[in-house]
């Protein structure tokens, strides 16, 4: 991301993948190994017009709003994205995201290709990462373990996924989870690198570098 005066700026990431893809998991995990180098994840969290699920909670895994709230949110300009998905509302809140940035924090946005288009319009150097599944055999095998899933909901997800799936050219990065802690290292080491970059290193570093450029006089 953008610097502004002497602040680093933090990353700003589009985390994407079909339903079952584990973008969920990953970003979830990522936060404590990033945190043991010092580095301040956050999650993005989304604003939903879906009803909560079993063991989710208000503010930490959806902010659930209903219809005409969602409504007003967008109409107010609430949402730097927004989209519809499965007959239901998401939208990423703008303030939270534009304060996590200007912290200097990593902030991961884990939503569909929809909303990532939508950010990247408004963030072009914002970053992204495509989750795919291994086969199309494992894919269905996850959503059909998850919690309440149905036939109907199971081959609407599947139907989905391939039309999600096509889109994983417009993502700088590309992840295929076949094993979970291999993709969450592979994770890292983007989030890692990204940080090494040389307009990143040269404004943390500011104070180092002129130490070590002086030429004495």
Not at 47 to 68: K, Q, S
Not at 90 to 107: D, F, I, K, N, Q
Not at 125 to 154: H, K, N, Y
Request: charged share 25%.
């Amino acid at each position: 991301m953008e610097q502004t005066g002497s602040a680093v700026r933090g990353d700003l990431w589009v985390v994407s993948a079909p339903s079952g893809g584990g973008k969920t998991s990953l970003c979830r995990a990522l936060v404590p190994r990033l945190a043991a180098r010092g580095i301040t994840v956050r999650i993005s969290v989304s604003c939903t017009t879906r009803a909560p699920r079993a063991g989710e909670r208000e503010g930490v895994d959806y902010c659930f709003l209903d219809e005409a709230h969602f409504a007003a949110q967008v109409a107010a300009g609430g949402f730097v994205e927004h989209a519809g998905v499965f007959g239901r509302h998401y939208g990423t809140p703008r303030a939270p995201l534009e304060a996590a940035v200007a912290a200097g924090e990593v902030l991961l946005l884990d939503i569909d290709w929809q909303g990532g288009r939508q950010i990247r319009t408004r963030y072009p150097d914002a970053c992204g990462v495509f989750i795919l599944p291994p086969s199309r055999a494992e894919l269905e095998r996850r959503l059909r373990g998850r919690e309440g899933s149905t036939e109907e909901l199971v081959n609407k997800r599947m139907a989905a996924a391939r039309t999600e799936m096509a889109h994983y050219a417009e993502y700088p990065y590309v992840i295929v989870n076949a094993d979970f802690d291999t993709a969450l290292a592979e994770f890292e080491a983007l989030i890692v690198a990204q940080r090494l970059g040389l307009a990143a290193q040269r404004t943390r570093h500011a104070a180092l570098l002129a130490q070590l450029l002086d030429d004495g006089d």
